[in-house]
């Protein structure tokens, strides 16, 4: 009876052991895609980072502006790192020629990343995503823009995409849907009066995936941005010229 009890307990321990183990098996991989209900204290613990990192190697100010499909990146970019070697100028040109044999100038243009970025939102054959007024343009605190209509009239997919986030979730944007276009790309479109699609559909550009409202907003108003690795973009270069 007692080496059965002993083996009972010896399993028991192997068996606790090894749940820990499990759960404290650090987070892998050098990015992290945004879940619903994630929070930047909640990734910094799932990823092992800190949030204050996560969020300057994202260029993140408000830690409310991540959403559902956002790529964070949970290292430093090639720029950062690049940094220190540029102030001594002997030192970066050896580390220059041992590493890539190329110039300084063009080793610090491939690192941007916004280029690439920008050169895909242009290669996608945006459209406006409803009829109405221009009235706000992205700005230091506006990150997408406004366009002011009726109550209930249609807001349409700008891209064809699958729907990442449908729901009233986030604080300040009302009933909001995130349509995700590529790895890097998506789109936001808030202050809905009601959602027509759900999380996890395929959507068409030109679909109908809402109605224009007010929630969350003083006005009837569709508040649209589009973002690329998290970073909004300016819309209005890359939809079409409005008809005079």
């Not at 970019?77 to 580390?95: D, I, L």
């Not at 190329?102 to 690192?111: D, I, L």
């Amino acid at each position: 009876m007692n080496v059965l009890r002993y083996i009972s307990i010896v399993a028991g321990v192997v068996i606790v052991a090894a749940l820990t183990a499990c759960a404290s098996a650090p987070y892998q991989g050098d990015s992290y895609t945004v879940k619903r209900g994630d929070t930047l204290m909640s990734i910094s613990r799932t990823v092992g980072k800190d949030h204050h990192d996560i969020a300057a190697w994202n260029k993140i100010s408000d830690a409310n502006e991540i959403y559902p499909g956002d790529v964070l990146r949970l290292k430093p970019p090639a720029t950062v790192a690049a940094a220190p070697v540029s102030r001594a100028k002997p030192a970066a040109a050896t580390t220059a020629a041992h590493e890539r044999k190329a110039e300084p100038k063009k080793e610090v243009q491939s690192a941007a990343p916004a280029a690439p970025s920008a050169a895909e939102a242009e290669r996608l054959d945006w459209m406006w995503p409803a009829q109405g007024k221009l009235t706000a343009t992205t700005d230091r605190n506006l990150k997408g823009i406004d366009i002011t209509g009726t109550p209930g009239q249609p807001v349409w997919a700008a891209e064809s995409g699958k729907v990442t986030y449908a729901g009233r979730g986030i604080r300040g944007y009302g009933n909001m849907i995130i349509v995700k276009h590529s790895r890097t790309l998506l789109s936001v479109y808030a202050h809905n009066k009601s959602i027509m699609v759900k999380e996890g559909q395929t959507v068409n550009r030109g679909q109908q995936i809402a109605e224009m409202g007010d929630t969350d907003s003083r006005t009837v108003k569709l508040y649209f941005e589009i973002r690329s690795n998290g970073k909004a973009l300016n819309p209005v270069p890359l939809l079409p010229k409005p008809s005079s």
